[in-house]
């Protein structure tokens, strides 16, 4: 009977400490370990840890809220994407007939701009994916609102371009080229190496050789920003970005089996249409 009165005691004891610490757990930090009494060198108490006893009274996520938290980004996803979709639908017509209002065309670029953003942060990655996968292959550029630069000296933006002008990407191989085309005959054409980042959709980009009428030269570092920046093709930014020790870019905003859109390193929008040139 004693020995049972004396199991009890010390199972209520321990129970006591325990719920002391719980409930007192913002000011035993601050106190000085218990020390054993008559050791030579202080050793911590065998009371419990609070960090361990905090760990075990947390509030655990329920399997509900995981599912809730889970069906909430699933509704936003697919309200996101259903704009995307009437924003795409948009642009692949402007792509295809050139006769969609300019201004309806920016709008529509502006607003797939902030909604790619948003879901890319939302369905990990798998936006970034796809658009270096479909950016595959040539583009032809169909409209665009120029560089900033562009706009202030033409008092205001380009829309459809008027020229053929035909950007391809070889993923497999990172190189890209960029040309200005009067049928299939290039006029100029400037190649080099990319690379691509998942979580901005940046792709950066430097050309080292240029083709004029068939002739192809090798080009400085920098060369090719010289020469767009001084024929309009380029922009100002990029003979800017190449003399700091960057390099001129696209932010890309989407790509697909048809239309790719992006926003250049100079601040303007553009959208291309996917064509059969290779690189």
């Given at each position: 009977m004693q020995l049972g009165q004396i199991l009890l005691a010390l199972l209520v004891l321990n129970l006591e400490i325990i719920a002391f610490h719980c409930f007192n757990h913002v000011n035993v930090h601050k106190r000085a370990p218990v020390q054993s009494i008559g050791a030579n060198k202080a050793s911590v108490s065998w009371f419990p840890d609070m960090n361990s006893l905090a760990n075990i009274f947390q509030p655990k996520q329920s399997n509900s809220a995981i599912k809730n938290d889970k069906k909430n980004i699933e509704i936003e996803l697919n309200r996101i994407t259903a704009i995307i979709n009437d924003n795409i639908s948009l642009l692949k017509n402007a792509a295809e007939t050139k006769n969609e209002n300019s201004d309806e065309v920016v709008n529509a670029l502006l607003s797939l701009e902030k909604l790619m953003r948003e879901k890319n942060k939302l369905d990990n990655g798998q936006t970034a994916d796809e658009t270096i996968r479909y950016l595959n292959g040539s583009w032809r550029l169909i409209?665009?609102?120029?560089?900033?630069?562009?706009?202030?000296?033409?008092?205001?933006?380009?829309?459809?371009?008027?020229?053929?002008?035909?950007?391809?990407?070889?993923?497999?191989?990172?190189?890209?080229?960029?040309?200005?085309?009067?049928?299939?005959?290039?006029?100029?054409?400037?190649?080099?190496?990319?690379?691509?980042?998942?979580?901005?959709?940046?792709?950066?980009?430097?050309?080292?050789?240029?083709?004029?009428?068939?002739?192809?030269?090798?080009?400085?570092?920098?060369?090719?920003?010289?020469?767009?920046?001084?024929?309009?093709?380029?922009?100002?930014?990029?003979?800017?970005?190449?003399?700091?020790?960057?390099?001129?870019?696209?932010?890309?905003?989407?790509a697909d089996s048809n239309i790719a859109t992006a926003r250049g390193g100079g601040g303007g929008l553009a959208l291309w249409q996917r064509v059969n040139d290779t690189i």
């Open positions: 409209f665009t609102t120029g560089t900033v630069d562009t706009q202030k000296k033409l008092g205001g933006r380009i829309n459809y371009f008027p020229l053929k002008a035909v950007q391809s990407f070889n993923v497999d191989t990172s190189t890209i080229s960029n040309g200005i085309y009067v049928g299939n005959a290039s006029l100029i054409k400037f190649f080099g190496a990319f690379t691509w980042n998942d979580k901005s959709r940046k792709l950066e980009f430097d050309f080292d050789q240029v083709s004029l009428f068939g002739f192809k030269f090798n080009l400085p570092s920098g060369g090719a920003a010289k020469i767009g920046q001084s024929t309009g093709l380029g922009s100002e930014n990029n003979e800017q970005l190449i003399a700091t020790g960057k390099r001129p870019f696209f932010n890309w905003i989407s």
